[in-house]
C-alpha cells in the first residue's frame, strides 16, 4: 500500500481566518470577554490563546471557567484594534492610535501587532512605559516570578532594547538568589547572547554561576571568534527581535565627479535621510550584497577615471548589530562596472572591467562560511554597465556593453545545472541601466545605446519582463530618460535613485517610488547630494537606531 501523498491548500488559511473573522463580527460562539475602561469586546477564547501570549498563559493556568477578562492600563480603542488585527492580519495605524494600540499589544503581548506598531513609530520611539519603570524600579524586575519575567523580557525585545539592558536585567535576576538558577535554562533561552559583544560576554554574563552550565555563552563567544563565517552561522538569536526596513545608498559620484564614501539611510516609513556612516573608501562603479542580515560592497574604483584601468577586488563587510566593518576575502579578479548579486547562500560577481578597463566574461562566488571566492561558469560574452537582479532562486542579467555595442541580451544562471541559458531579449538595447524585481515580474528601467549615428541617446522606456511565459511588455507609461542610476525593488514598490541626464549633463537627486499597480514615478524626496554610479540596497536596521559604522577591521590574511 502506497503512502499518502499530503496536499495542501494555499487559499484555506485566509479562508478560515475569513471565517472565524464573520464569526466575531456577528458576535456567534464567543465565549470570553475582555473589558478595558468598562467596554465590553466579546471574542473567542481559542483565537485569543493562539494569537496573545497573555491569554494563552491566562487561559491555559490559574483562570478557570472565568469568561470575563478586566485589562488594566489600557485603551477600549487600542483593544479593539488589537483585536481586528488578530481577526483579519490587518492592522490600521495612525499617528492618533498608534500609541493606545502599541499598549494594548504590548499589554496581551501580540508579537506581530507589537512589530507593526514599532515599524510604524520607527526606531526614534520613546521606550515603552514598563521598560522605563522597570529601569527605574529595579526592585520591580527582582519580585517577578520566571514567568512574569520572561514575558517581559520578550516584551523589551519586541520594542527595540539593546540586548545588553535585557541582559543585564535577566542576570541580576538569576543572580539574586541560588534558588533560581534551576531556572536559568529556560531564562537564558530569552536572550539573543550573539548581539552581546566580546567584551560584554566577558563581563557580567560570565560572572553569573548560572552560565557555567549553559551552552550560550560558549556558542555566543565561537560565533565572534568565526567573523567571516557569521552568516552562515545566523540563528534567530543571533537577529534582533525588532528592525525597521531602510532604503541605503552607498558611494558613487556627486558634484564634479568627487567620489563618495557615504552610506545614506531613508527609512521606507516616512522617507527621512540620515548619514549612517562611511565606507572603508570612497567608491563607485561597485556592487553591493545583502546575505543573510549583512551588507556586502565588492569591488569598484577608488578614484576617478573614466577609463577604468584600476578597479578593486576589496571586499567588505558591514554587521548592523555592532558597526562595523570587516575585510573578507576578495574577489578573485578586480572588478567594476559589474553586477553583483546574492544567489541561494553565496554571493556572486558576474562580468565587468577589469585592469586596463577590459571587459571580462569571468563569474566568481563567495562562500562565508570558507570565506572564499570560486570560480563558476563564465557568462556567455564580456560585458560591462551590465544590470541584473535573482527571482525564485535564479540570477537574471540584462543588456550591458560589449565589443564596442549596447546589447539587449537577457540570460539566466541556473545554479543546479551550472549553466547560463538565453531568454527572450530586451525590447531595447541599453547599457547603464538598473533592473530589480517585484512580485513575479522584473523591470527594466533607464540607461543609454548608441544611436546609428554612434552618438549616445537616452532609453526612456521601462519595460517589464515575465519569467512564466519569458515575454517582455513595454511601459510607455514610467518611462525615465536616466542612466547609471540604482533602483531596487520591495515588497510591491520600487525605488529609484540618482542617475544622469545626457541632454543637460548633469547628475539627478531625485528619489522615485513606483507601484505595479498604479505604473506611474512619485517623487518622494531628494538625496542628499546628485548622484550617480552608486549602489542601493534595502537593508534591515534594528529598532534600537542606526548604528554609526566604526574603524573597519581586517580579516586575518587579508590585509
Not at 109 to 133: H, N, S, W, Y
Not at 392 to 407: C, D, N, P, Q, V
Not at 456 to 476: F, G, I, K, M, N
Request: proline letters at 7%.
Amino acid at each position: 500500500m502506497s503512502a499518502a501523498q499530503p496536499m495542501v491548500s494555499a487559499t484555506y488559511p485566509q479562508k478560515l481566518l475569513e471565517g472565524v473573522g464573520n464569526l466575531w463580527q456577528l458576535g456567534v460562539l464567543c465565549d470570553v470577554t475582555l473589558e478595558a475602561g468598562g467596554i465590553h469586546f466579546p471574542a473567542h477564547r481559542v483565537v485569543l490563546a493562539s494569537a496573545s501570549g497573555y491569554c494563552r498563559a491566562l487561559f491555559l493556568g490559574e483562570a478557570g471557567p472565568e469568561t470575563v477578562v478586566r485589562l488594566q492600563g489600557i485603551q477600549p480603542r487600542g483593544l479593539e484594534n488589537v483585536l481586528h488585527f488578530l481577526y483579519s492580519g490587518r492592522l490600521h495605524l495612525s499617528p492618533d492610535n498608534v500609541k493606545e494600540t502599541a499598549q494594548a499589544a504590548e499589554v496581551l503581548l501580540v508579537r506581530d501587532a507589537i512589530r507593526l506598531c514599532c515599524a510604524f513609530q520607527g526606531p526614534t520611539m520613546a521606550p515603552p512605559g514598563k521598560v522605563t519603570e522597570a529601569l527605574e524600579d529595579e526592585q520591580h524586575v527582582q519580585e517577578l516570578q520566571q514567568d512574569a519575567l520572561s514575558e517581559f523580557l520578550e516584551r523589551m525585545g519586541m520594542r527595540g532594547a539593546q540586548e545588553p539592558t535585557v541582559c543585564e536585567l535577566a542576570m541580576n535576576w538569576l543572580g539574586k538568589s541560588p534558588v533560581r538558577f534551576p531556572e536559568a535554562t529556560k531564562m537564558l533561552g530569552q536572550l539573543y547572547f550573539p548581539l552581546l559583544s566580546p567584551t560584554e560576554l566577558q563581563g557580567p554574563v560570565q560572572a553569573t554561576s548560572a552560565m557555567e552550565t549553559d551552552f550560550a555563552r560558549p556558542k555566543a563567544l565561537s560565533y565572534h571568534m568565526h567573523a567571516g563565517a557569521q552568516p552562515a552561522l545566523q540563528t534567530e538569536h543571533v537577529c534582533p527581535q525588532a528592525t525597521v526596513p531602510f532604503l541605503l545608498v552607498l558611494g558613487g559620484r556627486g558634484p564634479n565627479n568627487q567620489l563618495s564614501g557615504d552610506v545614506w539611510a531613508m527609512m521606507l516609513a516616512n522617507g527621512t535621510w540620515r548619514r549612517m556612516g562611511k565606507l572603508a573608501t570612497p567608491l563607485y562603479n561597485h556592487a553591493v550584497a545583502v546575505l543573510s542580515g549583512f551588507l556586502y560592497i565588492l569591488g569598484g574604483q577608488s578614484k576617478f577615471d573614466p577609463a577604468g584601468q584600476h578597479p578593486s577586488n576589496e571586499v567588505f563587510r558591514f554587521d548592523p548589530q555592532h558597526g562595523t566593518w570587516l575585510q573578507v576575502a576578495g574577489m578573485l579578479q578586480r572588478r567594476s562596472r559589474f553586477h553583483g548579486a546574492v544567489l541561494g547562500k553565496a554571493i556572486v560577481a558576474v562580468g565587468g572591467g577589469t585592469l586596463l578597463g577590459k571587459l571580462t566574461s569571468t563569474v566568481e562566488a563567495y562562500e562565508p562560511i570558507q570565506d572564499t571566492w570560486k570560480w563558476l561558469v563564465p557568462f556567455p560574452v564580456p560585458v560591462a554597465d551590465h544590470a541584473g537582479t535573482t527571482h525564485e532562486g535564479l540570477l537574471y542579467i540584462a543588456g550591458g556593453f560589449s565589443s564596442g555595442k549596447t546589447l539587449n541580451l537577457l540570460n539566466c544562471y541556473l545554479p543546479r545545472l551550472h549553466r547560463w541559458i538565453p531568454n527572450h531579449p530586451l525590447t531595447f538595447s541599453r547599457c547603464e541601466h538598473s533592473l530589480a524585481a517585484s512580485r513575479n515580474t522584473l523591470f527594466c528601467v533607464g540607461g543609454r545605446t548608441l544611436s546609428p549615428a554612434g552618438a549616445w541617446v537616452h532609453v526612456a522606456e521601462t519595460e517589464c519582463y515575465s519569467p512564466s511565459t519569458d515575454q517582455w511588455t513595454v511601459l510607455r507609461l514610467i518611462s525615465l530618460a536616466r542612466c547609471q542610476l540604482s533602483m531596487v525593488g520591495h515588497k510591491d514598490q520600487l525605488y529609484v535613485t540618482g542617475g544622469g541626464s545626457l541632454g543637460t549633463r548633469t547628475k539627478e537627486a531625485t528619489v522615485l517610488v513606483s507601484k505595479p499597480a498604479g505604473w506611474a514615478w512619485q517623487e518622494v524626496g531628494f538625496l542628499p547630494q546628485p548622484l550617480l554610479d552608486h549602489a542601493s540596497c534595502i537593508f534591515a536596521l534594528p529598532l534600537c537606531g542606526v548604528p554609526v559604522p566604526q574603524e573597519r577591521e581586517t580579516h586575518p590574511g587579508y590585509q
